[in-house]
């Protein structure tokens, strides 16, 4: 386990089926340990990493399992995949596949129990007294603040157990208290968990000869003392960052992002809710199936690897390590002190890098993993990226006459741009996996973009998604292949939220090849009239 933030920690329980297979999937699960590792902390303290910051004062927003009665004292949780909603559950399924007889499970659950710091201060009449904040005479501060300790447990069963029924087993944390005296006599450091009930069940079902759905469910069993407190009382009782590995023995796991063609169905039968399995392994590692899942409240792609030349994490890893190193170099010495005084983890990240050799900071600026030997074009034809007929991207000229509002692009007989309603068909392989959880909804595109590859995307709009005007004015969308979307007929065809109808001189949404029409624009607006309401339409922007 990775350090905890503060002093102690809790350690593992193993539970056990009967004549469950010796040995165990340790070494599948340390193949993704940095990655798992990386989910359970992120966010845990983020830059500038000090007490007072802003966003380290709302804290702990992945992978959040309270008690069922304090999430719902005002209506039940909606299930959904998304980690960042609170919830008393998680559920995986995921498929596996059998090798060889007397097979069996291994579920790992981890996360985070939360440990609040206390500093108290002694007082003049023997007894000490809370304080948000006290400076020893050696200089340092010591802040109050709510550390986080890590927690697993390695549960194990035959795959026969569970095609019989449910297997459970406890997976809660046990309250703690911990001392630290503070130099000169100045106080103490209290550090005190409060108990965290949780269990873990597991049940197989068969689909085929040899594949089978397997469904862990993780839940927080126990009670809030108040159904009222506010969140951050609540998060006292509550599991943090929770996530699972899935391995075993002689059985691999198949790719829910990318499955097989003759597993399709059966994955689009798993149902996950709060959290989203995907395979891990090695970067060489290749195809629809392998040793371990990870599921976890946050959406990765199959395999997910933490850069090699990251020397340690920053709990931001949607950020970039450079930046983030470099403004953390630049902290003052005050800014500094607070971050260290605020969490041992934030100490340990100032330590690495106000100590980094520059050949470690140098690796931090990129890397290319993706070269493939060049091939000579063959006589006559336009470099790769290059339209025939147009410069090449970087040459003077290349965006004339592109108007992404404007442009069409064909799309089984139908001219589709702006305006144009479709219906999403992410590309089964090698496809996003945001985009997946997308498939067969319906979207308005806002406009065509053509990239420097001379590849073709279509901006869209998500229809039943209640922020779509809001993405509509910033100009953040999805974006579609074209052989990733399925025209539909616009019965009230209007120009993409934000953006205004098209003049009348634009080519209408949805006109086939042929003539015919799917839907008609009415262009009920010029863009001279459009242009005169931009500045009401600026003024209406959120700040932020």
């Known amino acids: 386990m990775p350090e905890s933030g503060g002093v102690g920690g809790v350690a593992g329980v193993a539970v056990l089926g009967g004549d469950t297979p010796n040995g165990g999937s340790g070494d599948a699960f ?35 399992l309270l008690p069922r009665d304090w999430v719902e004292a005002d209506g039940p949780v909606v299930p959904g995949i998304s980690g960042s909603a609170d919830s008393w559950y998680q559920r995986t399924e995921c498929l596996v596949r059998v090798r060889r007889p007397g097979a069996a499970v ?25 304080v948000e904040s006290l400076r020893t005479d050696d200089g340092r501060d010591h802040l109050t603040f709510d550390e986080a300790v890590p927690h697993e447990v390695d549960l194990a069963w035959p795959l026969a157990d569970l095609l019989r029924g449910e297997c459970g087993a406890a997976a809660g944390a046990p309250a703690g208290e911990e001392t630290e005296p503070l130099p000169g006599g100045a106080g103490r450091v209290v550090r005190r968990r409060e108990e965290i009930r ?27 003392p108040d159904v009222r407190a506010v969140r951050g009382a609540a998060l006292r009782h509550a599991l943090l960052a929770a996530h699972t590995l899935i391995g075993g023995e002689g059985l691999e796991f198949v790719s829910l992002v990318d499955p097989p063609a003759s597993l399709v169905e059966q994955a689009r039968g798993c149902v996950n809710a709060f959290t989203y399995p995907v ?3 090695a970067p060489e590692d290749t195809g629809p199936t392998g040793p371990v899942m990870l599921s976890c409240p946050i959406i990765l792609p199959d395999r997910p690897q933490v850069a090699p030349e990251s020397p340690g994490d920053l709990h931001d890893a949607a950020e ?3 930046i983030l190193t470099l403004r953390t170099m630049l902290l003052t010495d005050e800014e500094k002190a607070e971050a260290r005084a605020t969490d041992p983890r934030a100490a340990r990240i100032l330590d690495r890098v106000d100590s980094m050799p520059p050949e470690v900071f140098a690796r931090l600026h990129g890397a290319i993993r993706s070269l493939t030997p060049a091939r000579p074009d063959p006589p006559g034809a336009a470099p790769p990226g290059v339209a025939a007929g147009r410069p090449a991207w970087w040459q003077e000229g290349a965006d004339d006459g592109l108007s992404p509002a404007t442009d069409t692009v064909v799309v089984d007989g139908v001219d589709v741009g702006g305006g144009s309603r479709v219906r999403l068909r992410p590309r089964g392989r090698g496809a996003d996996a945001q985009d997946m959880f997308l498939a067969g909804r319906t979207a308005r595109v806002a406009a065509v973009f053509h990239d420097v590859d001379g590849s073709t995307h279509l901006a869209v709009t998500v229809d039943d998604d209640p922020a779509a005007e809001l993405h509509g004015w910033y100009g953040r969308f999805h974006y579609f292949r074209p052989d990733e979307v399925e025209p ?16 009348p001189d634009a080519r209408p949404a949805g006109r086939r090849r042929d003539g015919s029409m799917d839907g008609a624009t009415d262009a009920s607006e010029t863009p001279a009239q459009a242009a005169g309401r931009l500045p009401d339409r600026l003024q209406q922007r959120p700040t932020t």
């Not at 079902?205 to 089978?212: A, F």
Request: net charge positive.
């Open 279 to 281: 395979l891990g392994g």
């Open 198 to 224: 949780a269990r873990t069940a597991v049940v197989a079902e068969r689909l085929t000869e040899d594949v089978y759905r397997l469904c862990v469910r993780t839940e927080n069993s126990g009670r809030a």
């Open 488 to 503: 539909l007929a616009s019965v009230d065809p209007v120009a993409p939220p934000g953006r205004g109808p098209r003049g």
């Open 106 to 130: 291994r579920v790992r659950v981890r996360y985070l129990q939360m440990q609040h710091k206390q500093v108290r201060a002694a007082g003049v009449d023997g007894r000490d007294l809370p």
């Open 30 to 64: 340390a193949r993704v340990s940095g990655v798992a590792d990386a989910v359970l902390y992120e966010g845990y303290l983020l830059y500038p990493y000090r007490r007072s910051s802003a966003k380290n004062r709302v804290r702990w927003q992945f992978g959040v």
């Open 320 to 322: 970039i390590d450079e």
